[in-house]
């Protein structure tokens, strides 16, 4: 079996509210390997995008260990993390967080200019992007000209335009009505099965069921593990 993709060991995150410690993480163990379609599901202030947060180096562990691609990124630098970030991970998050004063192509290439893409090969994988998710012809429209659907559309085609090899949702459809959140839905499998690593933070039974495993987090602990990664 090849080394996991991303591999957590007994990773701990606490946080102080007030006078209170409220612990994030709680000695979370976790591998997941190329490919994997993994739901997150628990209660609220479970830890649920504490650990997507870890797993995609916005947050950093106050104790254990994170691997990713092998590479040990527990103290990584922040800049050395931007620029990991950057590469190999892509976010969607539940209220799209789209630039208003970009068009929907512009918003897309944002990722691309941060990276030094060249203007040609950026616009040329904008459009083509675009054109995969049903967006050609909303381009030059601005979020506000855009329905949740579209606008969460847009959120995926940014997260994907750098070509990671991890995909991180939290509540990708939370903000959407039942038919535009399947449209997400099937957009978000179809990248997985083309290959990208998919973690999905998400409270809806129907979108959990869909993953081929389901983790589930109680206090900041893994209570349940559908089908662990081998090692």
Same mark, same amino acid.
């Given at each position: ?28 163990? =976790? ?36 691997? =990713? ?28 967080? =789209? ?21 040609? =090969? ?110």
């Amino acid at each position: 079996m090849t080394e996991p993709v991303i591999e957590l060991a007994e990773v701990m995150r606490s946080f102080q509210v007030g006078t209170e410690t409220v612990r994030g993480l709680d000695r979370v163990s =976790l591998a997941v390997a190329r490919g994997e379609y993994l739901a997150i599901t628990g209660p609220s202030g479970s830890g649920k995008s504490t650990l997507l947060h870890t797993i995609g180096l916005l947050d950093r562990p106050d104790q254990g260990r994170y691997r =990713l691609h092998g590479q040990d990124v527990t103290r990584l630098d922040d800049d050395a993390r931007a620029h990991l970030r950057r590469q190999a991970i892509g976010f969607v998050f539940q209220f799209f967080h =789209l630039v208003p004063r970009l068009t929907a192509a512009e918003n897309v290439e944002l990722p691309l200019v941060l990276a030094g893409v060249p203007p040609r =090969l950026r616009r040329e994988r904008v459009a083509r992007l675009l054109a995969r998710l049903g967006l050609a012809d909303r381009a030059g429209h601005r979020p506000d000209e855009l329905s949740g659907g579209q606008r969460q559309r847009v959120a995926i085609a940014r997260a994907a335009v750098t070509e990671p090899e991890i995909l991180l949702a939290d509540e990708p459809t939370g903000n959407l009505d039942r038919a535009a959140g399947r449209e997400v839905i099937a957009i978000l499998e179809e990248l997985n099965a083309a290959g990208l690593t998919l973690l999905v933070v998400t409270h809806d039974p129907e979108l959990a069921s869909r993953a081929r495993r389901q983790l589930r987090l109680e206090d900041g602990r893994i209570i349940a593990d559908s089908a662990p990664c081998a090692p």
